[in-house]
């Protein structure tokens, strides 16, 4: 059972961010994961002790406003959404950030994000001519 510690916020603070709060609880509460839950928003924040965050596996921030406090984050591996992803699909966030902690992907608090692989190049039309503004939607000049 892993442990993650996350943090809600909207610009309101007020319906999304518990709303987002629930989805993180009833999401790792179905994967078989302890999952604490910060709010920040216009009812204030019940911030949590250092030693929950210390002993966090990784972090969520659900949030559509700057953390405040994610300073006490540092090192800590974690992904970012806003809000709605987070009411929309917490399940998944739940097994992705956990994945990305496990397999040393993972953006880590106050730490530049890891590099990914350089893209491919792009691929140029075969036939030479080119496609022009919106793909040659509107036809050849």
């Given amino acids: 059972m892993a442990k993650i510690v996350c943090v809600t916020s909207c610009i309101t603070g007020i319906a999304h961010t518990y ?19 910060e709010t ?5 924040s019940n911030p949590f002790k250092q030693d929950v965050i210390d ?3 990784a972090v969520i921030f659900a949030v559509d406003l700057e953390v405040i406090g994610r300073d ?3 090192g800590k ?3 970012q959404v806003g809000v709605a992803k987070a009411i929309k699909s917490a399940t998944e966030l739940v097994e992705q950030v956990l994945e990305a902690a496990a397999n040393g ?15 491919a190049a792009a691929e140029k039309p075969s ?11 509107f036809g050849k000049k």
């Fill in 40 to 44: 920040q928003g216009s009812a204030g």
């Fill in 72 to 74: 006490r984050f540092a």
């Fill in 105 to 119: 992907t993972a953006a880590k608090v106050g730490e530049a994000a890891p590099k990914a692989e350089a893209p």
């Fill in 77 to 79: 591996p974690y992904i």
């Fill in 19 to 37: 709303m987002a709060a629930e989805a993180l609880e009833q999401a790792g509460k179905k994967l078989g994961h302890e999952v604490l839950v």
């Fill in 127 to 137: 036939s030479g001519e080119k496609k022009g503004l919106f793909g040659g939607l």
């Fill in 55 to 57: 002993s966090a596996d």
